[in-house]
């Protein structure tokens, strides 16, 4: 069984700066793509930032300039540092992979952290 366990999350006044982890345990092969994604209240879960095994990065519109995804494969870790917070940052995030596993390949989400943003 392969589980992912996010932290970082918590309040923040705007303008300031959080760092979120997801580190991915269990019987892994390798990890292809991390990603975090938010949904915020009564709205669809939106892709925030994603990262290939070779460090290709991708980012929606609204964090980029801001925010920055990172990972170690050694630690099979994803991580976001977030700048320069908004008040429409605020939701919860959540952590991403595809993981490869000895029988087949997985995509597995974590229980997700909550980023307040106050104004």
């Known amino acids: 069984q392969v589980r992912l366990e996010e932290s970082g999350g918590g309040l923040v006044q705007t303008g300031g700066s959080l760092r979120l982890s997801c580190a991915a345990s269990?019987?892994?092969?390798?990890?292809?793509?991390m990603g975090w994604y938010r949904q915020a209240p009564g709205k669809q879960r939106e892709l925030v930032a994603s990262?290939?095994?070779?460090?290709?990065?991708n980012y929606a519109d609204s964090v980029k300039g801001r925010f920055t995804i990172s990972r170690d494969n050694a630690k099979n870790t994803v991580y976001l540092q977030m700048n320069s917070l908004k008040p429409e940052d605020t939701a919860v995030y959540y952590c991403?992979?595809?993981?490869?596993?000895?029988?087949?390949?997985?995509?597995?989400w974590g229980q997700g952290t909550l980023v307040t943003v106050s104004q």
């Open positions: 991403n992979a595809g993981v490869r596993t000895v029988f087949k390949t997985l995509e597995v």
């Open positions: 269990g019987v892994i092969i390798s990890i292809n793509v």
């Open positions: 990262i290939t095994r070779d460090d290709s990065t």
